[in-house]
């Protein structure tokens, strides 16, 4: 099994470190399509996955999700969280055994998620039908450091329950796609937000996994490209065996067409400052 860069005690450590009052900010990858973001001692979850929920669950089936890289943190030891976003609601981006424990160490932790899907989260995780942040595509919303804008997402179809985000604060802009297909004019949508950095799926699409697809390396790194976005980052690989995907076409594309990237290792921090 893969080791994360950076785990347990070692990862937090390397958090409360980079926790500084200056004009650029960090992230760390988490895994799948989740990230840890740190600005002016704030700090924002992408569509966290910190369990083994879904190893459990499809273990005696067949379509088994077997981890591939270790768990970087325990959710409940990040008790140091402003606010967390879910982009759809498959376990990977809404997951239980992640969002309870955080919950419990942050009760003032707010979640961003579709307008569409406020009933099942709320469902999900026991709490009020109104307590998730609810957007649809086009809105935007702030919670305290950090400005949401919806964007869709083709998770085989757009719909809205599917979204993507555009965060927004200080000086910055982040595009976490959520899981998503190309779709049309989809560049033309992202280009006038001026990215500085894309998560974008990697994984690609395959009927046979019996799972909804996404982005391949290749279409990532043109995307990022179309957009304008000044660096791209890959996620959803790497974690389960069944749905991954080799980040080499990935990296392959993006030199050739001119596209900046950084690959992570999961548990890695990577800041702005190498922007500049």
């Known amino acids: 099994m893969i080791r994360p860069a950076l785990q347990d005690e070692a990862f937090l450590a390397d958090v409360r470190s980079a926790n500084r009052d200056d004009d650029h900010f960090r992230l760390w990858w988490l895994g799948q399509s989740g990230f840890l973001v740190q600005w002016q001692r704030r700090h924002l979850l992408l569509d966290p996955y910190l369990s083994d929920s879904l190893t459990k669950k499809y273990a005696a089936t067949d379509k088994p999700h077997i981890r591939m890289t270790e768990r970087v943190v325990d959710p409940a ?20 055994e992640t969002l309870g424990p955080l919950l419990k160490a942050n009760p003032r932790l707010m979640i961003v998620a579709p307008e569409a899907n406020r009933e099942f989260i709320a469902a999900r995780l026991g709490a009020d039908r109104t307590f998730p942040v609810g957007l649809r595509d086009g809105e935007s919303v702030t919670v305290g450091s950090f400005r949401f804008s919806a964007v869709p997402a083709k998770h085989e179809e757009v719909s809205p329950e599917c979204l993507g985000y555009v965060v927004e ?35 690609g699409r395959a009927p046979e996994r019996r799972v909804a697809g996404n982005l391949s ?19 959803h690989y790497e974690m389960f065996e069944f749905n991954t995907a080799d980040p080499a076409e990935f990296i392959r594309t993006a030199e050739s067409i001119g596209q900046p990237y950084r690959v992570l290792q999961c548990g890695e921090r990577w800041e702005s400052r190498s922007l500049v």
């Not at 004019?185 to 994984?203: E, G, Q, T």
């Open 217 to 235: 390396g290749a279409e990532a790194a043109s995307l990022a490209k179309l957009m304008g976005a000044r660096m791209v980052i890959p996620c």
């Open 77 to 96: 030891r990040l008790d140091f969280i402003d606010v967390a976003t879910s982009s759809h609601n498959h376990t990977d981006h809404l997951d239980g």
């Open 169 to 203: 604060f200080g000086p910055w802009r982040i595009y976490h796609s959520g899981d998503t297909l190309l779709y049309e004019r989809m560049a033309d949508r992202l280009r006038p937000f001026a990215i500085d950095v894309a998560l974008l799926p990697i994984n």
